[in-house]
C-alpha cells in the first residue's frame, strides 16, 4: 500500500507547535473515536509535553458506546481530562469550556487570587477528518474553520475566540497520523480518512469483514440478516476469512456475477460504503486492551 503523506506539511505543522506552545496553556487534541490511537499523532506527547492535555472523543454517535467508555477511562488515567461529543449533531461539545476550566482550575484560582483576568488559550490538533473544523464551527457557535482540509492549502494560524476569556488557536497546515504498522493504515482507510484509491477495495473490504467478524459477529449478522457467521479455521488469515464472509454476505444481497460467482468486489464497496455512513451499526476498530498489538507488522498491504 502506498499511503502518500506530506511530510514538507508535517515538518511546518510540526515547527508552528513547537513555536506556538509557549502561547496556550492546554493543549486539545481531537481523536475520531473509532480508532483513538491511529487518529492520533504520537509526536504530539513530545511536542506539548507539561501542557495540561483534554482528549475529545469525536464521532461518539458512531463508535460503539462501551468502548469509548473504556477509552474514556484510558485517556483519564494517563492525566487527560476527556470529553466525547458527536460533533455533527452538537451532542457533548457545550461541555467543551467547562471541561477546560476543570482542566485549569488550579490555574485560574491562581490568576483570581493574583486579580488578573487572564484569557486561556487552548491549542487544538487533530488529523484530517476527525471532524477538528465541524467542532471548532460548534464550539466557536459560527463557521469559522473551514470544514475541508486540502493537502497544498496551508491555513495561517487563526485565534478563535469561543468566550470572553476562550481562545483557541487552530492549527495551521495538517497534522498527520503516523502509519507505522499496518493496522493503522487499515483503520485509517476504513474510516475514510485516507482515500479509497490508494487501496485495493476487495483487500481493503477483506480486513474489515474480519475485523467485524471477529469483535461484532452479532451486529454483522443482523445488518447483512444472515443466521450466522461462518466460522473461521484455525489456518485461514484475515483475508482469506474476510473473503468468505464477503462471499456469504454479497450473496445475500443477490451480487451474482456470471458462472453463479459472487461480486466479492461490489460486496466490499458498498461494506466500506455501509460502513462510513453508519448504516451498519456502531463500531469501535481498536480496543485499550489491545494498543500496539504486537502481531502488526511493517505496513505492507
Ligand atoms: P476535519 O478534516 O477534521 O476538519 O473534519 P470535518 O470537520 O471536515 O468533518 C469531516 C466529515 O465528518 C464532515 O462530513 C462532518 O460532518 C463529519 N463529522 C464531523 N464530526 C462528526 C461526528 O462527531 N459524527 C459524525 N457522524 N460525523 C461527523
Known sequence: MNIQWYPGHMTKTRRMI???IKNVDAVCEILDARIPVSSR???VDELTAGKPRLVVLNRVDQADKASTD?????FRAKGYAVLESDAKSGQGTARFAVAVRELLSEKIRAYEAKGQNRVIRV????IPNVGKSTFINRIAGRKTAKTEDRPGVTRSKQWVPIDRNLELLDTPGILWPKFEDQSVGLNLAFTGAVKDDILDTETLGCHLMAYLGTHYSDE??????LSGIPERAAEENDVAWGYRLLEVAGKKRGFLISGGEVDTERMAKILLDEFRGGKLGRFTLEMPEE???SDCG???L
Do not use: F, S, V
Request: charged fraction near 25%.
Open 18 to 20: 513547537a513555536e506556538q
Open 41 to 43: 499523532n504520537p509526536d
Open 70 to 74: 473504556r477509552w474514556a477511562a484510558y
Open 123 to 126: 491549542m487544538i490538533l487533530g
Open 220 to 225: 454483522l449478522a443482523a445488518a447483512y440478516k
Open 291 to 293: 494498543q500496539r498489538r
Open 298 to 300: 511493517p505496513l505492507d
